[in-house]
């Protein structure tokens, strides 16, 4: 898994954001994460890249 991804599902904003999701959505959730060529696709959307951008800041650093 990208070393970004791994940072920002640890971030504490990522998990309460996880947190608010119903069990559907966290079903989905899962299901892609644990395809890695879904995943991967996913997380090369403009939306996700923001998403990563906003939940470790711009440079990375959170």
């Avoid at 959730?29 to 923001?50: C, F, H, I, N």
């Amino acid at each position: 898994m990208d070393e970004n991804v791994k940072k920002a599902l640890n971030n504490p904003k990522v998990t309460e954001a996880i947190k608010g999701l119903t069990p559907e959505q966290t079903k989905k959730l899962k299901e892609v994460l644990s395809d890695r060529g879904a995943a991967e696709k996913l997380l090369k959307t403009p939306e996700a890249q923001q998403l990563l951008k906003n939940f470790l800041g711009e440079n990375g650093n959170g």
